[in-house]
């Protein structure tokens, strides 16, 4: 997987949220709203290829969190990014 | 006869220089607010038979739905140069080189002049001052009790529709803009200007105030109106502001305004439909808490 060209992680009230920025972003009227951990995995990968298990490596990294719970919740969050248009599978 | 005018709008000085008389009786919506101050100019427009195109790289080319206007994008070694036409089916009619900062720009017009000069004015002026806590807005502005009160949406929406119930059924309303007003943050406090850009309506006034509310107008079948977070107080006038993002430069100021002004201002949807119980509802709400 890999995270689409012209999307930007920004900060606003303390909370982050991804916007299309690209040019080929210029129809991308959404934003994404993420917590803390989806933000730090997308600071961690973004300008690389990475599968959920890089996700899941990351989170365990960070979070103190059984392997199968890390491993679960880096999958829907891929899944979550893909169907949002911001990932490539 | 070649003549230069300076103009100053939200405080941003800029010129336009044409040999064309007649295209200048037909420019009044500038008349406002033409400045005969020293300060310097932002940017500057001049009217040009030709320009050079050499090494023209096409970066972004518009998809307008039904009625919108066209704007490619090309880069040049020195610049861009952006090409536009009022429709999307209709041949390109203008072509405005600007340099990389966006300062100075030259345009030639086959057709359409008019069109061509106010959509290059207007591109070059959001793109120009995005960094300067300034913001292009596409929105309907109403003034009521000294507060400016902004109603966004898509085009076809309804804001101009919007403006004008609150017009006719609120009390000491009046219009200060109807397409494309400007924000800008002046001393912590946002405010918007008018500007000679207003849409179909010719409604061009040199004044300001500051922002009483920020309202992205939704059609449904009733009549209610929901305060936003300020993360979707965001999304919400980001989505309406002019600038083109994939230019660094400008995302951040664009960024930086916006994320300023939603922190300063409330934001609202309001579902609503045509009709006067729609601005009973808006302005119940939002003059109470401005």
Redesign the interface.
């Known amino acids: 997987m890999r995270i689409k060209d012209?999307f930007?992680l920004?900060e606003?009230?303390g909370?982050h949220?991804v916007?299309?920025?690209?040019?080929s972003?210029?129809?991308f009227?959404?934003?994404i709203?993420m917590n803390d951990s989806a933000a730090y995995l997308w600071k961690s990968v973004v300008g690389k290829d990475f599968s959920v298990k890089d996700l899941t490596d990351l989170l365990l990294e960070r979070y103190e969190v059984t392997e199968e719970k890390a491993s679960a919740d880096a999958a829907a969050l891929a899944a979550k990014w893909i169907e949002a248009g911001i990932v490539t599978e | 006869m070649t003549e230069k005018q300076t103009y100053k709008v939200a405080g941003h000085v800029f010129s336009l220089t044409l040999d064309n008389s007649a295209l200048w009786k037909s420019l009044t919506n500038y008349s406002p607010f033409v400045y005969e101050g020293g300060e310097e100019e932002a940017f500057s427009l001049k009217i040009v038979p030709e320009v050079d195109l050499s090494g023209k790289e096409q970066?972004?080319v518009?998809?307008p739905e039904n009625g919108e206007q066209r704007i490619d994008?090309h880069t040049l070694p020195d610049g861009y140069v952006f090409e536009m036409a009022p429709l999307g089916d209709l041949p390109i009619c203008g072509w405005l080189k600007v340099s990389k900062d966006f300062s100075v720009g030259h345009l030639m017009t086959v057709s359409n002049k008019i069109f061509c000069i106010n959509n290059a004015l207007m591109l070059m002026y959001a793109f120009r001052t995005a960094g300067m806590d300034t913001i292009e807005i596409h929105a309907s502005c109403t003034v009521n009790s000294g507060r400016a009160f902004l109603f966004l949406g898509k085009s076809g929406t309804g804001k101009s529709t919007h403006s004008s119930l609150w017009l006719k059924n609120i009390p000491g309303s009046w219009l200060l803009n109807d397409d494309n007003p400007v924000i800008r943050i002046v001393d912590g406090v946002p405010r918007v200007y008018g500007t000679p850009w207003s849409g179909k309506t010719p409604c061009y006034i040199n004044d300001n105030y500051p922002v009483g509310a920020i309202v992205r107008i939704n059609q449904a079948p009733k009549n209610e109106i929901h305060k936003m977070s300020?993360?979707e107080g965001?999304?919400s006038l980001?989505?309406s502001s002019s600038g083109l993002?994939?230019i660094k430069s400008i995302?951040d100021g664009l960024?930086a305004t916006v994320?300023s002004v939603?922190?300063k201002v409330p934001c609202y949807l309001m579902d609503c439909l045509p009709d006067a119980e729609a601005a009973q509802v808006c302005s119940n709400e939002v003059l109470g808490n401005a």
């Open positions: 012209g930007t920004r606003i009230v909370q949220v916007i299309g920025e690209g040019l972003q210029v129809n009227n959404k934003m709203h | 970066l972004f518009s998809e994008i300020v993360v965001f999304a980001y989505s993002r994939a995302a960024f994320s939603v922190q």
